[in-house]
Every structure is written in C-alpha cells, then in structure tokens.
C-alpha cells in the first residue's frame, strides 16, 4: 500500500534519515521499531507530508501509485484528512483542553467523513460501547478523563472513520502495562474486523511480537532490518537487531 | 482554602463597587452637579454622609457618579488595548518567523517609552474628553497583552492537540479562535485584570494633573485634583474619599490577579 523508497530527510546540514527502504502492505499491521531519535517519528511525518519547512527530502514514498513528496499541499491535506488516521503518544495531550469530548470526538471521526451529528451520536454510541466507555464522556473535560479512556476515545474515533492506514506513534507509551495491552488488543480488533492498514511506531519488542505482523528495524537514521515479526525474531542478522531482542525481559 | 476565601472577599469588594458606582443614578442622594453655595465645606453629616465641596456639591454622589466615570475609561480602553493586544500579538506568534521579529522589535520600541509621556504628549494636542482619553489609554495599553498572547500562541501551537487539528486539515481560523485563544484565555484573563488596574491609575493620574478628564464631568482623579486646595483649608473629606476608592479598587483588581496567576489554576500547564 505505501512503499518508502531510499527516503532520505536533511534539516540544517544534518542528516535525519538515510536511505530508508521499507513498504507498509495493505490489510496488516506493520511495525517500525528503533530507539529514540532514530528517525522513526521523522519518517512518519514525511509519509503525511507534514516535515518542518526547512526539511531537505528526497526519494520516493508511493501510495497508491503516486508519490506522496511530489503531491501538492491540497492533495496531501485531502490525503490526510480522508484517508489515513494518526493517533500519537500521548492522548491528553491530542485533545484540546478546554473543549467538551463529544464535540472534538465529533471532529476528529463525524466531521471528517461528512456525517451530520445525529448520525454520530448513534454510531458513536456503539463504538463507545464496544469499546467499554460510557456515553458520558462526551459531556466531560478531557482533563477528567484517565489517559488510557483518553486513548480508547482516540481509537474510537478510528473505530468510526475507518481509515486506510491508522498510524499510531508510539500509542502505548503513556499507558501502563494493563492498558497497554488492551490497547494493542484494539488495534488487532481494529485490523481484523475493518481490515484496517496500520503503521505501528514503537521502542517496544513486545508489542511488536504481540501485534504486529511486519516489521521495520530502525536505527539513527537507517533502516538496519526488515522482514515478517517471524523470521525477525527467529533469525535476525543485523547485530542491533540481535541486542534489542537480547535485552527483551 | 484561605486564598479562596480571600479571592472571594475581594471579587465581592470589587463587585459592590462597581455595583454602587453603576447605579449611581438610583444611589446617590443628591445630582452630583447640584450646587448649593449655603452649604459649602459641611463635613460629613447625617444630611451629607460625606461632606460637601467648595461648591456645595454633596461628595458622596460625586463620588459614585465619578466612579462610573473612571470605570468605564478603564474598562474602555481595557477593551480597546485587549482588541488590539490579541490581534498583534496572535499574528506575531502563530505566524512566527519574520514577521514575528519585526513585529517584536517594534513592539519593544514602544514600550521602552513610557505610557504616560505619550499620553500627556497626544492630550496636549488633543485636548480629549473623557472618550478621547478612553482612546488614548486604550491605545497605549496593549503591549503587555500583545506578548503575552504572543508567548502563550507559540507554547500552544507545538502542543499535540493543534497539530493533530492542523493534520486534519481544521481551518486556520477554528484553530486559532478554538485552540490557540481559548486555551490562552487564564493567563489573557490575567494579564486585562492588571491592566485594568493600570487604567484606572493611568486616568487618575492625568485627572489629577488636570490633563484627563474636562473639570465638568466628576471622576476620582478630577475629585482629588480639586481637593489639593480644599486640603489647605482643613476640608480633608473631600480628598480622603476618592483616595480611598481608588485605592480599594485598584487593591482588589490586584489581588484578584494575583489569585489568578496561580499556576494551579489552568488546565493546561507544562
């Protein structure tokens, strides 16, 4: 669905990424993994379209046979808006403070596919349910929500729009071990059910090995390794691969 | 639970206040121009609860009537200078860059200079009524407010939840009305608060200087410049009064700003 090719980012002289190869397959869930600062969170926002203005880029990101970094800025604002959905690390964060959830959840999933309110209030109702929220929370402060209700109220929102790719930068790293991997199991709800494309970004091998099916190993600026979680895990080759899985608990 | 009590205790002081003085018509006794040359410099008495002036005038209606007068100067040109604060210092900030320098250093430029001296300066020229000191106040009071919006926009416009706004491709106007100045609203809410403080000052001073407000109209700064002779005679009600309205007015502003600031308060605080 979204193939990267030889994608390399330069802000002020200083090299981001270099050369990074890796391709993102329709219908399964694809994880980037690399420390802080290799790059991972830099490579995603060319992918949108999204580097700060001073950012040199060159390479190809294909998705759905045109290159994403040629696109003009309204093509890529419809591309972003329609068809991919990005949920960060920190849901407190996402949410204005000072605006009630049900009217943000309402932009951020009704809106952007054009449904008039009435339509979200029902749909939102079930995803709310499924998901274990209570209805209630469109009246409260994102403030008066715990971070992981916060978070599922984002993958509600994606739950609703059904996007062609959710890209989750690092989802679960503001959660705790509990809610971690409930969220992941969401995601996994979320793959199978909507067959929904899913770039997962992460530090964190077990998340990798519990969701994901593909995976991309960065490391400053390069990707080192690619490959199926499987082969990966039981026969890396790169030796920054082998110690990430060695220093796994 | 102390400081919330005493918020509470200035914001009622403040509010019987600005009550008394915006009803003056209903409250006072007497017309504040009402002159009665058989009764001049009568202190304080059960017909005059605060005395009278040289010209017979009963203080105390004086005194709400010129209250009004100085309230609605300062809240004008607290409006005026908030207006214009906003809108400079919303520009300079989520524009950045550029603009945002120039617009700086400007503003800088100014406020090297002091408010008052362009002010005495312009209603020299002027000769301005109560509405051009308004103006003039206004006008030259909104150069905190502009930085401060200013730094408050660029903390907010690299918080998560705008540019999640900015991904799905939300209008720059919505993001800049909903998440950028709604979210700016505690430390504006502040920041107006002292200026209201400051305008009120800033037209007593000029009142008392007999530059501000014409000699007709009452207000606090014109009581007391009449009262600096009134004083020499022995006639200390006439100045006491409005002195100790300003100071109880401008005290309580303060004070409530003061409770404000406290970081605690804000939703948003990193």
């Known amino acids: 669905m979204i193939e990267v090719r030889d994608l390399t980012i330069n802000i002020e002289g200083k090299h981001i990424t270099q050369h990074v190869d890796f391709t993102i397959p329709r219908g399964r869930i694809t994880s980037l993994i690399g420390e802080s600062g290799s790059g991972k969170s830099m490579t995603v926002s060319a992918l949108l379209g999204m580097l700060p203005v001073d950012a040199k880029v060159s390479g190809y990101v294909m998705y759905e046979g045109r290159n994403v970094l040629d696109a003009s800025d309204q093509e890529m604002e419809s591309v972003r808006k329609q068809d991919v959905f990005t949920i960060f690390q920190d849901a407190s964060n996402s949410f204005n403070p000072s605006v009630k959830m049900g009217r943000q959840l309402y932009a951020f999933s009704g809106e952007r596919v054009g449904d008039t309110i009435d339509v979200f209030n029902e749909k939102m109702k079930l995803i709310l349910d499924q998901l274990g929220l209570a209805w209630d929370v469109v009246e409260q402060y994102p403030f008066q929500l715990s971070g992981g209700m916060l978070q599922r109220c984002m993958i509600a929102c994606a739950f609703y729009v059904e996007p062609a790719l959710l890209i989750a930068d690092e989802p679960t790293s503001a959660l705790d071990m509990v809610l971690q991997k409930e969220f992941i199991q969401l995601l996994i709800r979320l793959n199978e059910e909507r067959n929904t494309t899913i770039l997962l970004i992460t530090h964190d091998l077990d998340i990798v090995a519990e969701a994901a099916h593909e995976m991309a190993v960065m490391q400053q600026g390069t990707i080192v390794e690619t490959g199926t979680v499987e082969t990966v895990f039981s026969n890396p080759h790169h030796a920054y691969t082998k110690r990430l899985l060695e220093s796994r608990f | 639970m102390k400081s919330r009590k005493a918020l509470l205790f200035w914001c009622s002081l403040l509010g019987l206040i600005v009550f008394l003085t915006v009803f003056s018509n209903m409250l006072a006794p007497f017309s504040p121009n009402e002159m009665n040359m058989d009764d001049v410099y009568s202190a304080p008495s059960s017909d005059h609860w605060l005395g009278t002036d040289h010209l017979g005038r009963d203080v105390l209606s004086r005194l709400l009537e010129g209250g009004k007068v100085t309230l609605a100067v300062a809240s004008g040109s607290v409006i005026l200078s908030l207006i214009i604060g906003i809108v400079y210092g919303g520009i300079s900030g989520y524009f950045g860059g550029l603009t945002d320098t120039v617009m700086m250093r400007l503003l800088e430029a100014l406020i090297t200079i002091p408010a008052l001296i362009i002010i005495l300066s312009f209603q020299a020229i002027i000769q301005g ?60 809410f502040v920041v107006t608060l002292f200026n209201f403080a400051g305008a009120i000052f800033m037209e007593v001073s000029l009142s008392f200087l007999g530059i501000g407000i014409p000699p007709a109209i009452p207000s606090w700064g014109n009581m007391l410049y009449y009262a600096q002779n009134d004083i020499l005679i022995g006639a200390w009600w006439i100045a006491l009064f409005p002195g100790i309205m300003i100071f109880l007015t401008i005290l309580s502003i303060n004070f409530i700003g003061e409770a404000w600031k406290n970081p605690k308060r804000r939703r948003v605080n990193d």
């Open chain 2, 129 to 188: 009524g109560m509405w051009g000191m308004t103006l003039l106040i206004g006008l030259t009071g909104w150069l905190v407010t502009a930085r401060i919006v200013r730094s408050e926009f660029i903390r907010l416009k690299e918080e998560e939840f705008v540019k999640m706004a900015n991904m799905f491709g939300t209008p720059v106007w919505k993001i800049l009305w909903g998440h950028l100045l709604q979210n700016s609203i505690p430390a504006i």
